[in-house]
């Protein structure tokens, strides 16, 4: 069984039929990320292999820039470093109580085929991750399914994406939504020929007691 982690957007390792044209802003070291929240929670590299599952020699080559994690590692060391999947993509910054982002104003991580926006970055306690995906044509979260604790919500506002929960495909399109429990398999594609933007919040932490809380790891 896979274990149970928080939820993850693979921003790295996306699958794509067509390239992308378009001049990318400089990516984000995901690698760097990853070294300094370990180090910053005193773990070596095997404590971290240890408690992730991962072997030393992967979080090697991801450290140092030789290999993109895939959604399912990130969700492994997001569950053992104890953040959420965003802490890869966006610096450590203030924490406040009240988050106020004007139009435009909120940085977006590019990444292979798509971008990634962090609309919660800043907030103190979050307990929440409000995400901005944009897909290009073909772009899709991979053949393996993802399962990860607590409740994924997805609004559709431009193009279109399948998501596919429970080998059930539902329609995100500019007005649909969709809400599930996350410990379902689930997946989604971009399968048009435009790009395709949603709105995705992420409730990564089940209260204790609760059924998925406690699934098998």
Request: hydrophobic share 40%; net charge negative.
């Amino acid at each position: 069984m896979r274990k149970n982690v928080p939820p993850l957007l693979e921003a790295f390792s996306l699958h794509t039929s067509e390239p992308r044209d378009v001049a990318l802003e400089e990516p984000v070291d995901v690698g760097a990320r990853l070294r300094t929240l370990r180090e910053a929670r005193r773990l070596s590299i095997k404590a971290l292999a240890e408690a992730s599952g991962l072997a030393v020699n992967t979080l090697s080559l991801i450290e140092h820039g030789k290999s993109s994690p895939s959604v399912s590692t990130l969700q492994q060391l997001a569950a053992a470093l104890r953040v959420p999947i965003t802490a890869f993509f966006t610096p450590e910054a203030p924490r406040s109580r009240v988050v106020y982002h004007r139009a435009g104003e909120v940085a977006t991580t590019p990444f292979p085929h798509g971008a990634l926006a962090d609309l919660g970055v800043g907030i103190a306690r979050r307990s929440l991750e409000p995400l901005l995906l944009t897909l290009d044509p073909g772009a899709g979260s991979g053949s393996e399914p993802i399962i990860h604790a607590g409740q994924e919500f997805v609004y559709g506002l431009e193009g279109r994406i399948v998501y596919t929960v429970a080998d059930e495909e539902y329609l995100i399109e500019p007005g649909a939504s969709l809400l599930f429990e996350a410990a379902l398999p689930h997946g989604w594609q971009n399968p048009g020929a435009a790009r395709a933007v949603a709105l995705l919040v992420l409730c990564p932490y089940e209260a204790p007691g609760s059924p998925s809380a406690h699934q098998s790891r």
